[in-house]
T-cell receptor, first 115, second 114 residues
Framework: NAGVTQTPKFRVLKTGQSMTLLCAQD?????MYWYRQDPGMGLRLIHYSVGEGTTAKGEVPDGYNVSRLKKQNFLLGLESAAPSQTSVYFC??????????????FGSGTQLSVL | SQKIEQNSEALNIQEGKTATLTCNYT??????LQWYRQDPGRGPVFLLLIRENEKEKRKERLKVTFDTTLKQSLFHITASQPADSATYLCALDLFSGGYNKLIFGAGTRLAVHP
């Protein structure tokens, strides 16, 4: 049981390049999330999904797109990377709606540097 | 706007003492609050959840309190050990955009010295 797996673990991009971060979970969770973590700012929600085929914007969605074509996968795309997107990205999943006190399971993160 | 505040300065304590971390929030009325532990280079790991109608929750050496009047949660680690050294994050539920989400504080780094 791997839990939440993120790939890649590290990536360096040049300004303007594009890339996709992949998140996979094997716990049959309905909800999935993408957060970014910057020093002193904590985890900020980028986009999330409440089920296969659905996505919604979080606190800081600009410059990112997501897709949830399969229940177990949640992809985060950067179409034209900018230095401000240098961060550590975490994917998380939960069994259901947080209103039911659901805890989040996190992946180990992707460290992205945009030069 | 909603805000979650955790002490940005690291907390340094001696092994065996009780560590107390604070989480304050404004402009929220959360139904519950969660605490997570994060080690360097790793994702956060869930520790405890406390609901708005609960004053205190315990799990082994961990204790969490929740004061909705003060808008504050305290996280205690008793008989602390060097292995407890990590960053601790609090998170609250927020209902917006038609869904509930968890919003995190920036975390407090705890260092337990032998």
């Amino acid at each position: 049981n791997a839990g939440v797996t993120q790939t890649p673990k590290f990536r360096v991009l040049k300004t303007g390049q594009s890339m996709t971060l992949l998140c996979a979970q094997d716990m049959n969770h309905e909800y999935m999330y993408w957060y970014r973590q910057d020093p002193g700012m904590g985890l900020r929600l980028i986009h999330y999904s409440v089920g296969e085929g659905t996505t919604a914007k979080g606190e800081v969605p600009d410059g990112y797109n997501v897709s949830r074509l399969k229940k177990q996968n949640f992809l985060l795309g950067l179409e034209s990377a900018a230095p401000s997107q240098t961060s550590v990205y975490f994917c998380a999943s939960s069994l259901g709606d947080p209103i039911f006190n659901e805890k989040l399971f996190f992946g180990s993160g992707t460290q992205l540097s945009v030069l | 706007s909603q805000k979650i505040e955790q002490n940005s300065e690291a907390l340094n304590i001696q092994e065996g003492k009780t560590a107390t971390l604070t989480c304050n929030y404004t402009n929220y009325s959360p139904a519950y609050l969660q605490w997570y532990r994060q080690d360097p280079g790793r994702g956060p790991v869930f520790l405890l959840l406390i609901r708005e109608n609960e004053k205190e929750k315990r799990k082994e050496r961990l204790k969490v309190t929740f004061d909705t009047t003060l808008k504050q949660s305290l996280f205690h680690i008793t008989a602390s050990q060097p292995a407890d050294s990590a960053t601790y994050l609090c998170a609250l539920d927020l209902f917006s955009g038609g869904y509930n989400k968890l919003i995190f504080g920036a975390g407090t780094r705890l260092a337990v010295h032998p």
